[in-house]
């Protein structure tokens, strides 16, 4: 059964304090991966999409990689305006649906 | 910038009524989605389509239907809203021939059933 465990629930790290994301997927044939960002009461928005192993790609503060496992969501000194839950999900190619996890919560204090 | 505009962002309906959440996306896709989002819970899927008229059940589809007659817009109806529905409803469109086939999300439809 497609599956995705994202870790930690929550982080909370001062502001310049870099760290990572954990998206552990289990998918019959990794069609993508992408990574979203959801604002509190907002809809999420698309930050990138991966497709094989090795890849990565980077937006300002934040870097996405892939392995065969999982993915890693790195921030590099994170600013408060980078406070958000981000959300990890995959797609197989056997079907049209999307898998997500539950998310981490980030904060960052200024 | 690919837009999906859901026509509510917070309702409030009681027990036995019946709900119509619309969703409308400019960018042509063929693929739409329809989510609930509960904390601890996350996204579930409730139903798709990948055509007009087209509709497929998703993980949670009961006490849910939908329509889509026209490719811009899908529209989610609860025929006899309950408690259990209050929720966060999340529209999504899609197409395979836009970059990797991402998901794009409306703002939400916060539902609080009475």
């Known amino acids: 059964e497609d599956q995705v465990t994202q870790s930690p629930e929550a982080l909370r790290l001062q502001e310049g304090e870099s760290s990572s994301l954990n998206c552990s997927y289990t998918?019959?044939?990794?069609?993508?991966l992408f990574w979203y960002r959801q604002d509190p009461g907002k809809g999420p928005e698309f930050l990138f999409t991966?497709?094989?192993a090795g890849e990565e790609k980077e937006k300002e503060r934040l870097k996405a990689t892939l392995t065969k496992k999982e993915s890693f969501l790195h921030i590099t000194a994170p600013k408060p305006e980078d406070s958000a839950t981000y959300l990890c999900?995959?797609?197989?190619?056997?079907?049209?649906?999307?898998?997500f996890g539950t998310g981490t919560s980030l904060t960052v204090i200024p | 910038d690919v837009k999906v505009t859901q026509s509510s962002r917070y309702l409030v309906k009681r027990t036995g009524e019946k709900v119509f959440l619309e969703c409308v996306q400019d960018?042509?896709?063929?693929?739409m989605f329809w989510y609930r989002q509960d904390p601890g819970l996350g996204l579930r899927l409730i139903y798709f389509?990948?055509?007009?008229?087209?509709?497929e059940k998703g993980d949670i589809p009961e006490g849910y239907s939908v329509s889509r007659e026209k490719k811009e817009r899908f529209s989610l109806i609860l025929e006899s809203a309950s408690t259990n529905q209050t929720s966060m409803y999340l529209c999504?469109?899609?197409?395979?021939?836009?970059?990797?086939?991402?998901?794009?999300f409306g703002e939400g439809s916060r539902l609080t059933v009475l």
């Open positions: 999504a469109s899609s197409s395979p021939g836009h970059g990797g086939g991402e998901l794009f």
């Open positions: 998918v019959s044939g990794l069609r993508g």
């Open positions: 991966l497709y094989s």
């Open positions: 999900a995959v797609r197989s190619n056997t079907g049209n649906q999307f898998y």
């Open positions: 960018m042509d896709h063929e693929n």
């Open positions: 389509s990948y055509d007009v008229k087209m509709k």
